[in-house]
């Protein structure tokens, strides 16, 4: 048995600790064990993902138990990329929180990180409903660490509503689950798959009232309208990196429709449909306009980014809703994309705050480092609004190509034609405000310059920059490989039965049945 | 027995979404809190209701699915969990700022807010 897949898990959850426990007052030995933790990550996703490409799905069966009675880890396609994205959006982070010292601002940002880490890898590999809860719960509870690191009345009350907010989510998704296993039996996603198509239509109502249930739930997570109100606050209260962390989070939601939405209650099945064409499409078109409405609208810089967050998740929605091949395909090339550049733009927010009373647009006095902060605010603004020639432009073309025998495809192209021309408005403005009036407003007498941001946050920021670049330059293979992702999650058979068929300990040999 | 539990998952339901929307920390928590022990009796719920029965299987003819009873701890803890979070989150927040409204205040005094970023800042 391949015990590589436990380790994107098992890995933080040591690290953690032994941050906590061995080098509770070294923040160097902190920062050395948490980017080498995070190195580690990468590594192993990087080999988990390779080994994923060739479409072979791997299994771990915690205490080898067998399906569906014990737990299982899956390694697909999708579950790979996800990890592998995630690892790598950390690294930058964490170099960036380094960078700029905001881990010295409170205490156990590392263990935080490290935790925040392992719930959004056992999110992506596990094969199990309940289980899926859990890493939620785990992911979450490590970011209201986070979400209050270093403190502040503002922040604390922005973390508080952020908490209520996701309590009450959790309990929705365990009323899902519990809904769930009264009407099939079981929580293992495999399992589920064969066990809905069972269900006839008459004694459907259980299953269906469950299906929306937890597309509510998702659509919590992936802040799409009218459930995106804790986004916004949150998102712009937490620390720099923190937020760019949390660009992860928003697609979380998004991995999980795409998930348990083509493989539980793929988009033929009878007693479900209408779900994604009637509710969730006209959800994201409006999630779209709205995000992009909010950053137009926007009076500071951190909440336009929010804004822009939530307007790249209704774009991945609109993508996800079509529930094609194309679309998925599209969708998950957007993914990428979005989460770098939303985490590009927390960052470079968080940059341009040094020197600064406060983000609101207004122009104020020119800071140390404000050119190069500002170059990196140009390139990353039209990564997220979508203009030639990063990645935005090239992954907005393929949600447009893949929506182009919808039915409601004048709608789809109308909304997002015209979301991009108002963020796009929305961010020139916010871009020329905050750096381009600065040189018209003499700094005040006597005040000390401030000094520049630290070059290690620079080449975080840049780090990420870069590969939104190569994002761009390699769209071709990126998008054949999403295609086969997309392609894989069409034809769950092989995944379905890698779970269900592998015999672990106690189970019957295969003659003797 | 079945009345029982159903109009007592509903009663908690009801009266939890009500204190959540009361839009004050101590009626929210004590809301979420209400919430969270329907879905705890709901998920227990959801292995059928049986009574005198063992949850394993063994020789009798009856058994309790033992698989929701193992849900339902595992959401206690972690409900109990989440709830001292944010018990201790609105503490603080109420004591920093002297107010225990779960939105933020409307941002329509300048002034006030530039203070108060001053004092984030610091």
New interface residues.
């Given amino acids: 048995m391949m015990h590589w897949i436990a380790l994107p898990i098992i890995l933080p959850a040591l690290v953690a600790p032994f941050i906590v426990l061995a080098a509770r007052y070294h923040i160097a030995i902190q920062r050395v064990l948490s980017t080498a933790g995070v190195l580690a990550l990468i590594a192993i996703a990087a080999g988990l993902a390779w080994q994923a490409a060739d479409g072979t799905v791997t299994l771990y069966r915690l205490g080898d138990w067998p399906a569906p009675f014990g737990i299982v880890l899956v390694a697909d396609r999708l579950a790979t990329m996800m990890i592998l994205l995630t690892a790598v959006l950390g690294l930058f982070v964490l170099l960036y929180a380094i960078g700029s010292k905001w881990d010295e601002r409170g205490r156990h940002f590392h263990a935080l990180f490290q935790f925040q880490m392992m719930g959004l890898m056992g999110a992506f590999l596990t094969g199990d409903l309940?289980n899926l809860f859990?890493f939620f719960?785990v992911l979450?509870?490590a970011s209201?660490g986070l979400m209050?690191h270093s403190?502040?009345?503002?922040?604390?009350?922005?973390?508080?509503?952020y908490?209520?907010y996701n309590?009450?989510g959790?309990?929705l998704f365990?009323?899902a689950?519990?809904?769930i296993?009264?009407e099939t039996g079981t929580l293992n996603m495999a399992d589920l798959a064969g066990r809905v198509a069972m269900i006839d239509e008459g004694g459907s109502v259980g299953i269906r009232v469950a299906s929306v249930l937890l597309l509510l739930v998702f659509a919590i997570k992936a802040a799409v309208v009218p459930l995106h109100f804790w986004l916004p606050?949150s998102y712009a209260n937490a620390p720099g990196p923190v937020a760019a962390l949390f660009a992860v989070m928003t697609k979380v939601g998004g991995y999980a429709i795409i998930r348990v939405y083509t493989l539980i209650f793929p988009p033929d099945l009878e007693i479900t449909s209408g779900l994604h064409s009637v509710w969730l499409l006209p959800a994201a078109m409006v999630t779209l306009a709205i995000g992009m409405i909010g950053v137009l609208a926007a009076r500071k810089l951190d909440r336009l980014v929010a804004y822009s967050v939530i307007g790249s998740m209704g774009m991945v929605m609109i993508a996800i809703a079509l529930f094609t091949q194309a679309g998925i395909a599209a969708a998950l090339y957007y993914i990428v994309h979005s989460t770098l550049a939303g985490a590009a733009l927390f960052l470079i927010a968080d940059l341009a705050r040094s020197g600064r009373?406060?983000l609101d647009l207004r122009a104020a006095p020119m800071v140390a480092g404000a050119p190069l902060t500002a170059g990196m605010f140009f390139a990353a603004a039209i990564a997220m609004v979508g203009l030639p020639p990063l990645s935005g432009f090239t992954g907005k073309l393929m949600i447009l190509d893949a929506s182009i025998n919808a039915p409601l495809v004048v709608w789809i192209w109308a909304t997002v034609l015209i979301a991009s021309l108002i963020s796009l408005v929305g961010f020139a403005r916010a871009g020329s405000t905050l750096f381009w009036k600065a040189r018209a407003v003499p700094p005040p007498e006597g005040a000390e310059p401030a000094s520049p941001p630290s070059a290690l946050s620079y080449t975080a920021v840049g780090g990420l920059l870069a590969l939104l670049a190569a994002l761009t330059v390699l769209a071709g293979p990126v998008h054949r490989y999403t295609t086969a992702i997309a392609a894989q999650l069409f034809a769950p058979a092989p995944y379905v039965s890698t779970v269900l068929e592998t015999p672990g300990k106690l189970s019957i040999p295969a003659e003797e049945h | 027995m079945e009345l029982l539990v159903a109009s007592a998952i509903g009663i908690l339901t009801a009266a939890g979404i009500y204190l959540v929307q009361r839009l004050r920390t101590f009626p929210v928590i004590i809301g979420v809190s209400l919430l969270t022990y329907a879905v705890n009796v709901f998920l227990f719920a959801s292995g059928r209701l049986t009574i005198a029965a063992p949850p394993i299987l063994n020789d009798a003819e009856t058994y309790t699915d033992p698989l929701p009873q193992a849900l339902v701890l595992t959401a206690i803890v972690i409900s109990f969990g989440m709830t001292a979070v944010v018990v201790m989150m609105a503490l603080g927040a109420y004591l920093g700022a002297d107010d225990d409204h779960v939105n933020e205040p409307a941002e329509s005094d300048p002034a006030k807010r530039r203070s108060q970023d001053r004092e984030d800042a610091a």
């Avoid at chain 1, 403190?151 to 509503?161: D, M, P, S, T, Y």
Wanted: hydrophobic share 50%.
């Fill in positions: 309940f859990v719960e979450l509870i209201y209050i403190g502040g009345n503002r922040r604390l009350r922005a973390g508080v509503q908490v209520l309590l009450l959790s309990t365990l009323f689950l519990g809904a296993y009264a606050s009373e406060n």
